[in-house]
Structure formats: C-alpha cells, structure tokens
C-alpha cells in the first residue's frame, strides 16, 4: 500500500503562487516507478486532470495551465511537487495528487489541499 498526503495549498491573490507537495510514503520504490497526476476539482464541477509526469520523465499539463504550472519529482524524497505561477481564480479547487503504480496498474490517491485564488 502506497500513503499519499498533499500539502500548500491556501489562500493566495490572483497573480501569485503556491507550490503543491505530494509525499508518498509505505511500499514505494522509487517516484520513478509510478506515473503521478495532479487532478483538481472545482465546486460544483467535475474532477479534471490537470498535469502529468510519468515515471519515465515526461510532463504533460492541461491546455489553460500550461506555461504557468510546473510539475516535478525528487525521487529522494518520494514527493511529487506541482509549482503554480500566475495563478487566476478560475484555478480554485481541491487539488489532488495521484498515483498509478506501473508494476501491477495501481492505483492511489490523496485526500486534496484546498488552493483559493482571490481576484
């Protein structure tokens, strides 16, 4: 079993950032061995996924958060990060992190962090 806690969300301004932690913990060999996604989910909207990174390395992200959020791994540390620059209102939302084992397809989640943008 894979634990996942996220962590650093809160209240920013619009136009500022806030750095999401994902830390993994229990059976885990590696970020590397997992692919990992931030989703989020707005109230009164559906979950959306939001970035990527799989365990070879590749990112992918969301067409309206692209070029503002970044996402990272430190493989030492089992936590996957999700930078968010330029942040707008409409990215409020919980925001969650999960993980897909590749060994045996997997899959676990956090419970969120809550990210409030104000205008």
């Known amino acids: 079993q894979v634990q996942l806690v996220e962590s650093g969300g809160g209240l920013v301004q619009a136009g500022g950032s806030l750095r999401l932690s994902c830390a993994a913990s229990?059976?885990?060999?590696?970020?590397?061995?997992?692919?990992w996604y931030w989703y989020r989910q707005a109230p009164g909207k559906q979950r959306e996924l939001v970035a990527t990174?799989?365990?070879?390395?590749?990112?992918n992200y969301r067409d309206s958060v692209k070029g503002r959020f970044t996402i990272s791994r430190d493989n030492a540390k089992n936590t996957v990060y999700l930078q968010m620059n330029s942040l707008k209102p409409e990215d409020t939302a919980v925001y969650y992190c999960?993980?897909?084992?590749?060994?045996?397809?997997?899959?676990?989640w956090g419970k969120g962090t809550l990210v409030t943008v104000s205008s």
């Open positions: 999960n993980a897909h084992q590749i060994s045996d397809g997997r899959d676990y």
């Open positions: 229990g059976s885990i060999f590696g970020t590397n061995t997992m692919d």
């Open positions: 990174i799989t365990g070879g390395g590749s990112t």
